[in-house]
């Protein structure tokens, strides 16, 4: 992508936050003119922490770690959110994009395999324009966009050039029980829609000769009490409509936080049982991915 392009796209990302559309809530709040989108954010970009960070996936987190930055804020409302300090209760501090492209720089020459943008939707606008100015300065690693999976097929598109690496949930099968948990009754056919649209621009996982990620999609998929995310269908939807050959992300560690304790169905966390059952309907729909074995003996406990 020339440089032109670039700055052509991140204008229009500034441009579709005047009357923010850029995720599926289309909100319409007047961000830069101070009005509060349903996500928390207004007109400064608000970052809740920045660090390499070792715990993700292996082909992400590799042997020098992932150069993660948490931004504040989230266009969904999950009752059991671990993280809703920063999503719901918007913690952080507020950075200049030119901060936001020192701090990708610094995190770069620490040594990260890669920068990761956790919950950065809202926010891409301020995020494009520093790793325009911080590839001027050197900067050269991949860029991942780790988010929830609601995402808009338009931003997608517009994200294309501008991200290496997708790393999106795949949540739910059933609106209603994404209506109940995060809030979205629309969340089952967005997120395949988006599924869809990042496969067909980013493609497969590539790995460099390290086993480190440089492109593609990987998906994760956290694993819910008594099963209640419906992974069976989200599994079949990827076999089918996607590709066998993207890795899916099973993730164990779910506990109860925010305000599961009011649900008894999610008020506990997953059983060993459970987690190895997802594994095998995972292998039995013909998928492969990364798997917290490690963990299993935990859960047991």
Do not use: W
């Amino acid at each position: 992508m020339t440089e032109k392009d670039f700055l052509y796209k991140i204008k229009y990302l500034y441009k579709i936050a005047e009357n923010c559309s850029l995720c599926p809530r289309y909100c319409n709040a007047k961000r830069f003119q101070a009005e509060k989108g349903l996500c928390g954010a207004k007109d400064k970009l608000r970052i809740a922490s920045f660090n390499i960070h070792r715990g993700e996936e292996p082909c992400i987190s590799g042997e020098n770690g992932s150069g993660t930055i948490f931004f504040s804020g989230c266009s969904l409302k999950c009752k059991f959110c671990q993280n809703y300090p920063i999503s719901r209760f918007y913690n952080g501090k507020d950075y200049t994009v030119s901060e936001l492209s020192d701090i990708m720089l610094e995190l770069q020459k620490r040594g990260a395999h890669n920068i990761n943008l956790v919950t950065s939707t809202h926010f891409m606008p301020f995020i494009a324009d520093a790793l325009c100015i911080a590839k001027d300065k050197g900067f050269m690693i991949p860029v991942i966009y780790n988010s929830s999976g609601y995402e808009t097929e338009e931003l997608i598109e517009i994200l294309d050039g501008i991200i290496d690496i997708y790393l999106p949930d795949i949540k739910y099968s059933n609106n209603r029980i994404a209506l109940k948990y995060s809030g979205v009754d629309n969340y089952v056919e967005v997120n395949r829609k988006a599924l869809k649209k990042i496969y067909k621009q980013a493609g497969e996982l590539q790995t460099d000769f390290n086993g480190i990620a440089i492109k593609g999609m990987l998906i994760r998929h956290l694993i819910l009490p008594e099963g209640i995310s419906g992974y069976q269908e989200s599994f079949k939807f990827i076999a089918e409509e996607l590709s066998e050959n993207i890795p899916v992300s099973l993730m164990s560690q779910y506990f109860p936080a925010y305000k599961a304790f009011n649900d008894n169905a999610v008020s506990r966390k997953i059983t060993a049982e459970e987690y190895i059952e997802a594994i095998d309907c995972l292998s039995n729909a013909g998928l492969y991915g990364y798997y917290q074995t490690d963990l299993i003996n935990d859960l047991a406990m």
